[in-house]
C-alpha cells in the first residue's frame, strides 16, 4: 500500500503537502511520502486549509461533515480523514485534476 493514505473501517486517512497561494487548486501527484496539492488560496486565516477540505469533498463526493483536518493546520504538511467515500484515493493520481 502506498504510504501517503491509509483505509480503516470506511475511513480515508490522507497524508499531504499543500502548496497554498496557487493559481488553481489542483493534484499535482506524488511529493515522497504525502501527495501535493496546490491550492488556490492564501495561507492567511484558514483560507487554504476551508479552500482544500473543499477540493476533497468534491473530489471524493462526501458532504463536509465527513472531512476533518487531523494534523497541520498550520503546516504544510497535513493529515486529512475522509468518511464514507466510494472513491478510490488511487484515482487522485490520473484523474484530471492530476496533471
Known sequence: ???WYRVKDG???LTLH???GAKRTEIMGLHGDALKIRVAAAAVE????TRLLD???RVFEVPASRIT?????HARRK???IEGSQ????ALLTGPDSS
Do not use: H, S, W
Open 69 to 73: 483536518l487531523k494534523q497541520g493546520e
Open 18 to 20: 499543500v502548496q497554498p
Open 87 to 90: 472513491i478510490a484515493p488511487e
Open 79 to 81: 493529515v486529512v480523514e
Open 1 to 3: 500500500m502506498p504510504d
Open 46 to 49: 484558514g483560507q487554504a486549509n
Open 55 to 57: 477540493f476533497l469533498r
Open 11 to 13: 475511513r480515508l486517512t
